[in-house]
């Protein structure tokens, strides 16, 4: 102002201003950061596990939805085909005709193939075809010879393996993967997929996971229950 000695009114607030700010960053210790970032990490550490099992949780959901979506196409199939289901064979590639792999003549009543595919075992087992059709009981009762399995033959569907996840190594491109002479699920545990389960669909078409062989809920015969794979005799 002319003639006289006062500051600007805006000078006083811009330096009130500076003044604040840096009482707040002299205020803001060394100590206090290092408290902030020791909360930070904590609840990092409480999270991060509770969204890796939310993940788990995810895949398994889907694969169960799979073997489902699986097991109606099977009673679709059978329904139309005497209560048989495809036959298996040895290594038959997707496409082949001279035999088919077993889960293609399914494929007309599959939303689609992509459910073949469990997104955890197939990265363990490097291959898109990770269900397994649960023939074990037919295999014995033909001599151990190839054989489908039959529906009217089933006496015990809600605990009768129909097929789940395919625990066991076969050749990537097989699309025919059965457990005539392999246990499919209980060979080799711990499983390495869905942080050790398995996903077993069952004749009754309700899908339930282990993490081993329960002698009161599975067996693998036609009529006994609580029969282990290698323990299946004919009926």
Known sequence: MPGGGARPLMCMKKERLAGFNRRIVQAFTLVELLVVIAIIAILAGMLLPALSRAKTDSIRMTCVNNARQLGLA???YGDDNHALLPMPHGTVTWGSV????????????????????????????????????????????????????????????????????????????DADPDN?????????LPAPGHAGWLNVLFADQHVRNYQR??????????????????????D
């Open 98 to 173: 001279d035999p088919p792999p077993c889960f293609e003549p399914l494929a007309a009543y599959f939303v689609n193939t992509n459910i073949l595919t469990c997104p955890s075992y197939s990265q363990f087992y490097k291959s898109p075809f990770n269900y397994f059709m649960g023939a074990r009981a037919a295999y014995v009762d033909a001599g151990s010879n190839a054989a489908s399995t039959s529906f009217k033959s089933i006496q015990l569907p809600a605990q009768y393996v129909l097929s789940g996840d395919d625990n066991y190594l076969f050749a990537t491109n």
């Open 74 to 76: 099977m009673q679709m």
């Open 180 to 188: 005539y002479s392999q246990d499919t699920l209980f060979q080799n």
């Open 213 to 234: 062989f329960t002698t009161n809920d599975i067996t693998f015969s036609y009529t006994r229950p609580g029969v282990p794979w290698a323990d299946v005799t004919p």
